[in-house]
């Protein structure tokens, strides 16, 4: 018999500590952040809010999930704006084979910041219980 469960990251994060890494490690950013997450903050006069809320939600689904998994790079958890807006986490390579492999139904993301510090909410639904 299956049955849900439900699990939650939670990450907050101070602006300022990403704005110091990106200026000190000058490749911070590619290692972290895909490419078409880039090119969505691109356009905003002040990226690190939205750096480090993305990195706040990469960080949060790492918890909700229960922990980094070998293999894994940053880049495969995608915190990307979808098509109604909203921010939603896209995973791929060995982030989606571990959430595949854990029966992942849903993720729900929650993101805000204030001038210091940015949060991070993500809220997965897994199936439980033998395969159908």
């Known amino acids: 018999m299956n049955h849900i469960s439900i699990e939650v990251g939670l990450d907050i994060i101070e602006i300022e500590r990403i704005k110091n890494v990106c200026e000190k490690y000058k490749n911070f950013k590619e290692r972290i952040y895909s490419q078409e997450e880039l090119k969505q903050i691109g356009s905003k006069k002040d990226?690190?809010?939205?750096?480090?809320?993305?990195?706040?939600?990469?960080?949060?689904?790492?918890?909700?999930?229960?922990?980094?998994?070998?293999?894994?790079?940053?880049?495969?958890i995608e915190v990307l704006y979808g098509l109604n807006g909203k921010p939603e986490i896209r995973l791929r390579n060995k982030a989606?084979?571990?959430?595949?492999?854990?029966?992942?139904?849903?993720?729900?993301?929650?993101?805000s910041h204030t001038r210091k510090y940015a949060v991070a909410v993500v809220v997965i639904t897994l199936i439980k219980g033998e395969q159908i």
């Open 96 to 111: 989606l084979e571990i959430a595949l492999e854990k029966r992942i139904k849903e993720i729900k993301l929650s993101l």
């Open 47 to 76: 990226i690190y809010p939205s750096l480090a809320a993305r990195f706040a939600a990469k960080e949060a689904f790492i918890k909700a999930i229960g922990g980094k998994y070998p293999g894994w790079s940053w880049k495969d």
